[in-house]
């Protein structure tokens, strides 16, 4: 399985990705998205942003991907 982080690839555009993808010989992906916290952002914005962002991915990898699934975190923590 080949591990990415997102954010390793900020310069990269989208055809970029995909095909940096194609050339890893794998079948299987843990793709990250991790989340962040802006100041000065409402909290709820912050979480919708994070969401909407995270599905416009996730839309461009299901349609190159044969199988695809996703898992979401919890945005609550526990202290």
């Known amino acids: ?6 954010p390793e690839f900020f310069h990269y555009d989208l055809p970029q990705l995909l095909e940096f993808l194609n050339l890893q010989d794998e079948i299987e992906y843990n793709i990250t998205f991790p989340t962040k916290t802006t100041t000065g952002i409402d909290g709820n914005f912050q979480v919708f942003w994070e969401y909407y962002n995270a599905a416009h991915i996730g839309q461009q990898l299901h ?3 044969t199988h695809f699934i996703y898992t979401v975190q919890c945005t609550k923590k526990i202290h």
């Open 1 to 6: 399985m080949v591990q990415i982080n997102l």
């Open 63 to 65: 349609q190159i991907a």
